[in-house]
């Protein structure tokens, strides 16, 4: 075997190995929330306990699906959910903010990338968003919501007036 071919028999396999330490970086990350998470319930819990008083613990509400999957694109489905097209610097700024302080910007775009693939996010003019479908499924529940049922609004008054 020459040693070039060694060379690049070795090459290959570092750059396999540096794809799995990114992986279980990523892994590590998620689970980090997940035990800053768990940290604060049970440092609430405790104060609860002790002093007799309730202190809230805040999550924002379209963050609680993705703390429970505990995954980066549930993250960025709600986020894009709840604010609608967004950049990648966006994105990454909101889930910084409300989920993962220790996010980076290149998890994030293999995420997004990984996600485009799958047909779970679009990509237009630099604006991250839900395809129309989803996007208009969730618009027009929404527009039913506020409106009344159709008997409601044409409930007659006294007919024996």
Same mark, same amino acid.
């Given at each position: ?13 570092? $750059? ?5 330490? &990114?992986?279980?970086?990523?892994? *590590? &990350?998620?689970?980090? @929330?997940?035990?800053?998470? %768990?940290?604060? *319930? ?9 002093? =007799?008083? $309730?202190?809230? +613990? +805040? ?6 699906? @993705? %703390? ?6 549930? @993250?960025?489905?709600?986020? *894009?959910? &709840?604010? =609608?097209?967004?950049?990648? =610097? ?17 998890? *994030? ?6 996600? $485009?693939?799958? =047909? ?42």
């Amino acid at each position: 075997m020459s040693q070039q071919n060694y060379a690049d028999r070795i090459r290959d396999q570092i $750059k396999v190995v540096e794809q799995r330490i &990114a992986t279980l970086n990523a892994e *590590l &990350a998620d689970l980090r @929330a997940a035990q800053r998470v %768990i940290r604060q *319930l049970e440092e609430n819990s405790s104060e609860n306990h002790t002093k =007799g008083k $309730k202190r809230a +613990f +805040f999550m924002p509400p379209e963050m609680a699906q @993705a %703390i429970r999957d505990n995954t980066i694109s549930s @993250a960025v489905i709600a986020k *894009l959910r &709840a604010h =609608g097209p967004m950049d990648s =610097g966006a994105i990454l700024d909101e889930l910084q903010k409300t989920w993962r302080h220790d996010l980076n910007s290149s998890t *994030l775009l293999s995420t997004l990338s990984r996600m $485009k693939a799958a =047909g779970r996010i679009i990509n237009k003019d630099r604006q991250w968003m839900l395809p129309q479908t989803e996007e208009a499924l969730s618009s027009s529940q929404l527009d039913n919501a506020s409106k009344p049922d159709v008997a409601e609004s044409h409930t007659p008054n006294n007919v024996n007036d």
